[in-house]
């Protein structure tokens, strides 16, 4: 099994671009989601899904979209890139929903730089 | 929500033991609290998951008292390896999503 990929590893964006941020998983896994990491600072929840075609927002949901239209794919979508927007973008897998007793899987991540 | 506190960092030597509190005052009757190592440039990894008294694994011992309020990560004779981030979770169970704080950031010198 490859797990959790993310595509692409690093990306450079202009202000009001738009880009999607790919999200897969092989292992037939129920929840995924979508967190964002500033410089010395712990992991934020972007937007999460317990299902395909169920989504729902996180912490800090402003300025993306997701959509989870089969088990293995969770894209996460920038409309207008803002440069507060540069972060990294881990995505994250678990089998049946966001129980605590559930290992989460996490990518390799996405680095984003908006200009 | 559930929200967890951490020391910010801590410092180490190599061979010490190496104990991590984590602070969760409001955690529910139905939340087990679970450990996450993240290393720079790579996603964060299970550690070690528990719901009361005492867990250990090949990695790591996670101890939590009775009322739950607090939960203690130990690392047995830690290595250069072991420099990383420590993430303490604990499920929000009326939102369904895990909640991250700041983790700890633990370096280990020679």
């Known amino acids: 099994n490859a797990g959790v990929t993310q595509t692409p590893k690093f990306q450079v964006l202009k202000t009001g671009q738009s880009m999607t941020l790919q999200c897969a998983q092989d292992?037939?896994?129920?929840?995924m989601s979508w967190y964002r990491q500033d410089p010395g600072m712990g992991l934020r929840l972007i937007h999460y899904s317990v299902g395909a075609g169920i989504t729902d927002q996180g912490e800090v949901p402003n300025g993306y979209n997701v959509s989870r239209s089969t088990t293995e794919d969770f894209p996460l979508r920038l409309l207008s890139a803002a440069p507060s927007q540069t972060s990294v973008y881990f995505c994250?897998?678990?089998?049946?929903?966001?129980?605590?007793?559930?290992?989460?899987?996490f990518g390799p991540g996405t680095r984003l730089l908006v200009l | 929500l559930a929200k967890t506190t951490q020391p910010i960092s801590m410092d180490s030597y190599e061979g010490q033991e190496v104990n991590i509190t984590c602070s969760h005052n409001n955690i529910a009757t139905n939340d087990y609290i679970t450990w996450y190592q993240q290393f720079p440039s790579q996603g964060p990894r299970f550690i070690i998951q528990?719901?009361?008294t005492k867990v250990t694994n090949e990695v790591a011992s996670l101890f939590i008292p009775a009322d739950r309020k607090s939960s203690t990560l130990s690392l047995p004779r830690v290595s250069l390896s072991d420099t990383a981030v420590y993430y303490c979770l604990v499920e929000d169970t009326g939102f369904q999503k895990l909640v991250f704080g700041t983790g700890t950031r633990l370096l280990v010198s020679p």
């Open positions: 292992m037939n896994h129920e929840y």
């Open positions: 994250a897998s678990s089998e049946g929903t966001s129980r605590s007793f559930e290992t989460q899987y």
């Open positions: 528990g719901y009361k």
